[in-house]
């Protein structure tokens, strides 16, 4: 038995390309259809699934008439925004079987290495889910170039997992999980049941793709779930085959390689925050507020700050202090300084009649916010 997937409130689930396509051969319309059953009963299960698949290439590569990988950067961008098409329409059609939404969002590696796009992306991500839609992510292959690419879904799945702060993410791929060498190359190789995430052993087990329409391999697997735990996501990597896989993970067995967070939940995050040793402005707030963020684990509204300082922008690291000016916590801001100062003191029903927009209710989320 085991409770990771069990226990997962917000799962992502990664598909790979040799899978989604059956292996560069078309669409596998049957092996969507049945992850898209298992994610509709996840989803009564009450947990939230967020779906990363790969396979644009791959599909635009058939439709498009090319029986090898184009080598040109613009023919695979041009099978990418081809192929896109055709996993949004099965993707689309699969779910509303189960009477399901689902949402397209192609990201950029710049997207996320900005502050202010990475919470719209949150943002973003958070209402869909609270909408009860299921997200269907991709790279935006048409406009990344190699040098400011993920590169690889499974790097992307993982940065998904933090973004989102995911409690596991899954690896659906051609193989049960991780060998201690290639099995393609290597007949003798040893399963891996469970291991830590980060562990260095690991990388010298994994090898690249081990056919021609996957990228990253299994290297890129275990890096991914090195990065998920630093934000305390735990991973599981396993065969995207297997019948009945993510409710069967979901009821707590133990199929695949389990790759464990060594770090708790949250606390690469609350680390990030605290590390800034200077931040751009402070807003004071009033003792309720000191109280609710303190000792109730609430987030902070706009209606308990009484005064607003510095320059900062939506997605700056900002510091809370007490109404004797102490620091006691620091998060980051939903609002510009500006749009702060106009907001503080009023209940956040009435933003969107200030602001004339509402980002969020909060002026600092309680996930974006430390104690210090
Ligand atoms: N140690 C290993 N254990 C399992 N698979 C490995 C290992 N090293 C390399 N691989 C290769 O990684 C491949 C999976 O990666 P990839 O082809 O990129 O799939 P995907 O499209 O699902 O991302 C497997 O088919 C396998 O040949
Ligand atoms: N964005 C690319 C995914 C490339 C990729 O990472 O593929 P894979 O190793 O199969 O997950 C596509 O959709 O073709």
Redesign the pocket.
């Known amino acids: 038995m085991n409770s990771v997937i069990q226990n997962a409130k917000r799962l992502i689930v990664?598909?790979?390309?040799?899978?989604?396509t059956n292996d560069g051969k078309g669409l596998d319309s049957a092996a969507i259809a049945k992850w898209a059953a298992q994610i509709a009963q996840l989803r009564q299960l009450g947990k939230e699934v967020v779906l990363?698949?790969?396979?644009?290439?791959?599909?635009?590569m058939q439709r498009l008439g090319f029986d090898r990988r184009p080598t040109g950067v613009h023919e695979l961008q041009a099978?990418?925004a081809v192929?896109?098409m055709g996993?949004a329409q099965i993707y689309e059609s699969s779910f509303r079987e189960h009477r399901l939404r689902t949402a397209q969002v192609l990201l950029t590696h710049a997207d996320l290495a900005d502050r202010e796009r990475y919470l719209n992306a949150r943002s973003t991500l958070f209402t869909l889910l609270r909408l009860g839609v299921v997200p269907i992510i991709?790279?935006n292959?048409t406009v990344v170039t190699d040098e400011i690419k993920?590169?690889?879904?499974?790097?992307?799945g993982a940065l998904v997992a933090n973004l989102i702060e995911g409690d596991a993410l899954i690896i659906l791929?051609d193989q049960n999980g991780l060998y201690t060498a290639d099995p393609r190359k290597n007949p003798a190789a040893q399963f891996v049941h469970q291991a830590e995430a980060g562990d260095p052993a690991l990388e010298e087990m994994a090898g690249g793709?081990g056919s021609s329409?996957?990228?990253?391999?299994m290297l890129?697997k275990i890096l991914a779930a090195k990065r998920a735990a630093s934000s305390g996501a735990h991973t599981v990597i396993a065969w995207g085959r297997e019948d009945q896989v993510l409710t069967r993970l979901a009821a707590g067995e133990a199929i695949g390689t389990q790759l464990n967070a060594p770090t708790a939940r949250l606390t690469a995050r609350q680390q990030w925050m605290r590390d800034h040793l200077h931040t751009a402005g402070k807003v004071m707030l009033d003792s309720g507020a000191v109280q609710k963020l303190t000792a109730d684990g609430k987030s902070l509204l706009p209606v308990g700050v009484v005064k607003v300082s510095g320059k900062f922008g939506r997605g700056d690291v900002i510091t809370c202090t007490d109404p004797d000016g102490r620091p006691v916590a620091r998060g980051i801001s939903n609002y510009a300084s500006s749009e702060a100062r106009r907001i503080m003191g009023h209940p956040s029903a009435e933003i969107a009649g200030i602001l004339g927009f509402e980002e969020e209710p909060e002026l600092i989320h309680r996930d974006n916010l430390v104690l210090l």
């Open positions: 990664k598909v790979g390309s040799s899978l989604v990363v698949s790969s396979g644009a290439i791959a599909e635009g099978c990418a192929g896109q996993l991709n790279e292959d993920f590169g690889d879904n499974d790097t992307l791929t793709a329409i996957g990228r990253g391999g890129t």
